[in-house]
């Protein structure tokens, strides 16, 4: 799923060719796409584009008459910028929205369809999309802190909690508690004040870091290669790599459709934390720390 980075690296492309820009028409390929009724898709066509704004991990175009069209682009959605009027790129396109100088095309790879648009007349109802979590690049130390804590979760659970902080998912959630150098599974209400603040300071640093690199990718070119797997990323994805800390092997907790990765020596003491498949397949032969 496309994260705050990434989202960002997209509104920064975005805005530059849209803002300023009539809709000229709204094309959906699958109906099921909009998940609202009123305002009608009709309601956008000749309003021009005023804004584009990131709501946690959703992108909003905000156009004339305080229209919104919000997009959710889950697990697989993704934005192409093509040139005006073209055909939506094959079964993966559900929606293009044409401007005078391209078209913004939402694809969507896979069987299941996810991605979601609604559109929605002022700011109340735009808030209603809004999961509520804080922007952890828009708040202090103390803030995050009481974010993080305001439900007790493990780490992993609370960073990718859109009702505690906005804009953060799998991938980087993973590289943030690596930097901290904490456990995934470390709870919240258990952490310290001093481990909490390393948080803080570690999700500020690599959202920044990634946010600052992709989005200077997005103003030289559009972000056609938008994945939750780079190679510059320490962690995420890596399982069996070695830890560009310290060298060990990166390890992995497998939950259905997600994959957690960490660093048994720098994040759990050399404990390797148990998989909910292969640790019940083995029961007593699961090695408990990374010397087994």
């Given amino acids: 799923m496309p994260e705050l980075p990434d989202l960002e690296a997209y509104r920064e492309a975005l805005a530059p060719r849209v803002i300023g820009q009539p809709i000229r028409a709204l094309r959906f390929a699958n109906p099921f796409l909009l998940r609202s009724v009123q305002p009608r898709p009709g309601a956008l066509v000749g309003q021009t584009v005023r804004e584009v704004r990131r709501l946690g991990k959703r992108l909003a175009l905000g156009v004339d008459g305080d229209l919104w069209l919000v997009l ?22 559900l929606l293009a ?17 996810r991605a979601s648009v609604h559109i929605v007349a ?59 150098r904490l456990s995934p599974l470390q709870t919240t209400a258990k952490l310290t004040d001093d481990a909490a603040l390393r948080l803080h300071a570690a999700t500020v640093a690599v959202l920044t870091e990634w946010r600052d690199r ?41 939950n259905g459709e997600h994959e957690c990765n960490y660093c048994a020596r720098c994040q759990t003491e050399g404990r390797l934390l148990a998989d909910r498949a292969l640790s019940k397949l083995l029961h007593d032969l699961w090695p408990r720390t990374l010397a087994e």
């Fill in 214 to 254: 992709l989005g200077a990718e997005a103003r030289a070119a559009w972000p056609s290669k938008v994945t939750a797997f780079r190679p510059e990323m320490a962690v995420h994805g890596k399982f069996g790599q070695p830890c560009p800390v310290c060298g060990s092997p990166v390890q992995r907790i497998v």
């Fill in 122 to 180: 002022g700011e109340a109802a735009l808030a209603a999309h809004d999961p509520g979590g804080v922007e952890p690049l828009a708040v202090d130390g103390p803030a995050f802190v009481a974010a993080l804590r305001a439900e007790n979760h493990t780490l992993k659970r609370a960073l990718t909690n859109p009702h505690q902080l906005a804009g953060i998912g799998n991938a980087y959630s993973d590289e943030i508690l690596h930097r901290a």
């Fill in 72 to 93: 959710h682009l889950m697990l697989a959605g993704r934005l192409q910028w093509l040139a005006p009027g073209a055909k939506l790129p094959g079964k993966l396109g």
């Fill in 97 to 113: 929205i044409d401007f005078a100088n391209g078209t913004l095309a939402l694809t969507e790879a896979g069987s299941k369809r």
